[in-house]
């Protein structure tokens, strides 16, 4: 799903989560800095989110698979933008925004 990219703070979703309804979290560690909008770096693969366990409140740290654009990478990773369905863990993440800045747009395959 092409989209605007995404950086630190960004809301996620993994569906099914770790102990089956869905988790939620936010990207918090991005891999790469040379590459920002407004100030932020831009999200890859193998970037950070804090996920909270919907069952048992838990937090608990979900590295993001290698997924996103595959038309833009930065250091060998995909860019991640609003509306990437990435399988991660135990099910599968969903990028849900706010997007980092509303003037760049991926148009490229997901």
């Given at each position: 799903?092409?989209?605007?990219?995404?950086?630190?703070?960004?809301?996620?979703?993994?569906?099914?989560?770790?102990?089956?309804?869905?988790?939620?979290?936010?990207?918090?560690?991005?891999?790469?800095?040379?590459?920002?909008?407004?100030?932020?770096?831009?999200?890859?693969?193998?970037?950070?989110?804090?996920?909270?366990?919907?069952?048992?409140?838990?937090?608990?740290?979900?590295?993001?698979?290698?997924?996103?654009?595959t038309s833009?990478?930065?250091?060998?990773?995909?860019?991640?933008?609003?509306?990437?369905?990435?399988?991660?863990?135990?099910?599968?993440?969903?990028?849900?925004?706010?997007p980092a800045?509303a003037f760049?747009?991926?148009?490229?395959?997901?």
């Open positions: 799903m092409p989209g605007a990219p995404v950086t630190i703070g960004c809301a996620v979703t993994l569906s099914p989560g770790a102990a089956g309804p869905p988790d939620s979290g936010v990207i918090i560690q991005v891999p790469q800095a040379f590459a920002t909008a407004a100030g932020l770096p831009l999200a890859t693969s193998g970037s950070i989110c804090q996920m909270v366990n919907s069952v048992s409140g838990a937090p608990y740290p979900l590295p993001i698979a290698p997924g996103g654009s833009v990478s930065l250091a060998g990773n995909g860019l991640l933008r609003v509306g990437d369905q990435i399988p991660c863990g135990p099910g599968v993440l969903l990028v849900l925004g706010p800045t760049i747009a991926d148009l490229g395959s997901p």
